[in-house]
């Protein structure tokens, strides 16, 4: 089975929501519906549990199984009884987390708009993609998946949308999974933005490869172009993960950030132990600073592909994934 999870005053330029290029999707018809597997399950009577898991296998027959077996850890080959009184636990366990999700997403409509809006772009652009048609939302372990798409449904991990400030997402268990540089993206409003990022990455899967540092950055920061095409109205330091200070100042420093990559030689490196510090979550980029964020190299990547697109404007999307990553950067010409 093939996953995949994401893991969160603006100026005019640091939101997308002032591009006079965007497209209108209204006229494009995407059906999508949402189910909520949370309510469902703690709904459930505790003391009858064993036909309350024959009736969700029924109503979710793909998902329970992934439920249990993947984001609880469950073996599935385990006795019913036992299984009954694991989920008991969880459910238990777990109530207040339901009972905040209930405040929180008491309605979910919005964010199925905001979805649904966001896979209207999808289909303009890549008009052959098959659309997911369904949304599931759940509750699973704090330090556990969050939001995953699979085989044409997004699940949707409530547990991980209830606020920066949700108490739980302070306490240590949490934080060895997800510190706190994460866990501010652990808001309702990210929920779009890390569905579409799951789109964009079953779309152009990121492959475990020996590939120089520049062609990394290159590679995400297309990802992150594209992205902001299919959320145009969403605001830049959210598709990236950074908080808005953070990305107003990585443009404010613009030049310094790329100084470190072209004045250490960093751009041909291969070397996983340097490129890790620069492409991927991080909290800081210690060369720039303990308020810096981390992932610098893919906001590098993301400009000189900026640059690309501003001198070949006629550019289609899907030429521009495919194109060559050092190509690329030659003609963008990138010098801030």
């Not at 995400?220 to 959210?238: D, W």
């Not at 510090?277 to 590098?300: C, H, M, Q, R, W």
């Not at 521009?320 to 010409?333: G, S, Y």
């Amino acid at each position: 089975m093939r996953l995949l999870f994401s893991l969160m005053v603006v100026v005019s330029l640091l939101s997308a929501c002032n591009n006079s290029k965007i497209p209108n999707v209204d006229n494009i018809t995407i059906q999508l519906s949402t189910q909520r597997f949370e309510r469902d399950l703690f709904r459930a009577d505790t003391n009858q549990l064993q036909p309350a898991i024959a009736s969700l296998e029924r109503q979710y027959p793909v998902f329970t199984q992934t439920f249990l077996g993947t984001i609880l850890n469950v073996d599935t080959s385990w006795r019913a009884d036992s299984l009954s009184g694991y989920v008991k636990n969880f459910i238990t366990s777990y109530r207040n987390v339901f009972d905040s999700s209930e405040k929180v997403f008491a309605d979910f409509k919005t964010f199925e708009a905001e979805i649904k809006k966001g896979l209207q772009y999808v289909s303009y652009y890549f008009p052959s993609y098959k659309i997911p048609a369904k949304i599931i939302t759940y509750i699973g372990p704090l330090d556990g998946f969050g939001d995953i798409l699979d085989e044409g449904v997004f699940y949707i991990g409530l547990h991980q949308h209830l606020g920066n400030n949700f108490s739980s997402y302070k306490t240590v268990w949490v934080q060895e999974t997800y510190p706190e540089y994460i866990t501010q993206r652990f808001g309702p409003d990210y929920i779009a933005v890390n569905a579409l990022k799951n789109i964009v990455l079953d779309m152009y899967p990121e492959k475990a490869e020996d590939k120089s540092l520049l062609i990394q950055m290159v590679e995400k920061g297309r990802r992150l172009y594209l992205l902001n095409k299919f959320l145009p109205r969403t605001a830049e330091y959210k598709l990236i993960g950074y908080s808005e200070k953070q990305l107003k100042e990585c443009y404010d420093h613009e030049s310094n950030i790329w100084n470190l990559f072209v004045q250490n030689n960093f751009l041909q490196t291969i070397d996983y132990n340097v490129i890790k510090n620069y492409v991927g979550e991080g909290p800081k980029t210690p060369e720039l600073g303990d308020a810096s964020p981390g992932n610098i190299g893919s906001f590098a990547g993301w400009q000189i592909v900026k640059k690309f697109m501003d001198k070949n404007p006629k550019t289609e999307l899907r030429s521009l994934m495919q194109m060559d990553p050092e190509q690329l950067f030659q003609q963008a010409k990138y010098k801030p």
